[in-house]
């Protein structure tokens, strides 16, 4: 009896399969290494411009949003651009920003979503193509088939769910993480966004006296 072999076993199902996989490893990659980095550059930032507000300098604040890049710098300085307008225009422009920020955060999400949930049909898929082809065999036959080939063929179309199985794991552990991940982030930037708001909407009231 000729031994299955785990990578190229499963027959032709096993590609798709094996593209799913190629997918998420990169899409998983890259949102870890996209997050740690949007998360790293948020770190100090709200610390800085705190200290930078005491002295008024706004310019230097919205230069330093510039400087460090990611989600929260976008969105402050949406908000410190509006400073000295009333503080609906202020809740407005941040509102608008978090919008825009927010696809970026969650991008390839959804693929990912997408392939764990799919990874495992088509190793179920594969598995019953396989199964078919394996008693056409046995028909073509007329029965007169070893136990040892029938197993062969068994196992050789069970292959394709293992795999599929393999794919999916992983994926649904990593898409559970980043939903995780994102909306700490998402939760992290609505509590610094409102401390800005306070913090322009009093410097507007000291003005105003």
């Known amino acids: 009896m000729e031994k299955i072999s785990w990578i190229?076993?499963?027959?032709?199902?096993?590609?798709?399969?094996?593209g799913c996989s190629v997918i998420s490893v990169s899409?998983?990659?890259?949102?870890?290494?996209?997050?740690?980095?949007?998360?790293?550059y948020s770190k100090d930032l709200m610390d800085n411009i705190r200290e930078i507000l005491k002295h008024n300098r706004i310019a230097d604040a919205i230069h330093l949003c510039d400087e460090t890049g990611g989600p929260l710098?976008?969105?402050?300085?949406?908000?410190?651009?509006?400073?000295?307008?009333?503080?609906?225009?202020?809740?407005?422009?941040?509102?608008?920003?978090?919008?825009?920020?927010?696809?970026?955060l969650e991008r390839y999400l959804s693929v990912l979503g997408t392939i764990a949930n799919v990874s495992p049909l088509l190793g179920l898929l594969g598995t019953v193509v396989g199964m078919t082809e394996a008693f056409m065999v046995i028909m073509a036959h007329g029965g007169a088939v070893?136990?040892?080939?029938?197993?062969?063929?068994?196992?050789?179309?069970?292959l394709t769910t293992v795999w599929g199985l393999i794919v999916a794991i992983p994926t649904v552990v990593a898409y559970n993480y980043?939903?995780?991940q994102v909306d700490n982030m998402v939760w992290e930037m609505e509590i610094l966004s409102s401390e800005l708001l306070d913090t322009l909407s009093q410097k507007e009231k000291t003005y105003a006296i």
């Open 178 to 180: 980043f939903v995780t």
């Open 73 to 104: 710098a976008f969105i402050l300085k949406a908000g410190l651009q509006k400073q000295g307008r009333p503080r609906a225009e202020i809740r407005e422009a941040i509102e608008d920003a978090g919008y825009l920020v927010i696809p970026s």
């Open 146 to 158: 070893s136990p040892g080939d029938l197993a062969h063929g068994i196992g050789t179309a069970l």
């Open 27 to 40: 899409l998983i990659l890259e949102r870890f290494f996209s997050l740690r980095r949007a998360r790293a």
């Open 8 to 18: 190229t076993g499963g027959g032709w199902m096993m590609i798709p399969i094996y």
